[in-house]
């Protein structure tokens, strides 16, 4: 199972952090990736990381903004999110695929004044 936490409302600018609960798989061998839904648009996949963290993969659109981590011992993945925009506005997710088909409840994140 996969359920994220951690959205919410934030202004243009300001800081979030996701984190994503696994349980019910070998969550220390499988890589893990945050995917996003915005308001009519495709699910879009966002990072990635691989087992152990030692290599992280960002959409451009996020990349220098967006931070992926991982804690194997607990089952958690994390999302940090800074100097938020407008567009990152969506329903984030955390998966066990890049195309999201193996997903959890995701998280709404809006960004706006």
């Known amino acids: 199972q996969l359920q994220a936490f951690g959205g919410g409302l934030v202004q243009p600018g300001g800081s979030l952090r996701l984190s994503c609960a696994a349980s019910?798989?070998?969550?220390?061998?499988?890589?893990m990736y945050w995917l996003r839904q915005a308001p009519g648009k495709e699910l879009e996949w966002v990072s990635s990381?691989?087992?152990?963290?030692?290599?992280?993969y960002y959409a451009d659109s996020v990349k220098g903004r967006f931070t992926i981590s991982r804690d194997n011992a607990n089952g958690t993945l994390w999302l940090q999110m800074n100097n938020l925009k407008s567009e990152d506005t969506a329903i984030y997710y955390c998966a066990k695929d890049k195309a999201g088909q193996v997903r959890g409840q995701g998280t709404q994140v809006t960004v706006s004044s």
């Open positions: 019910g798989f070998g969550f220390h061998n499988t890589w």
């Open positions: 990381i691989t087992t152990y963290g030692a290599y992280t």
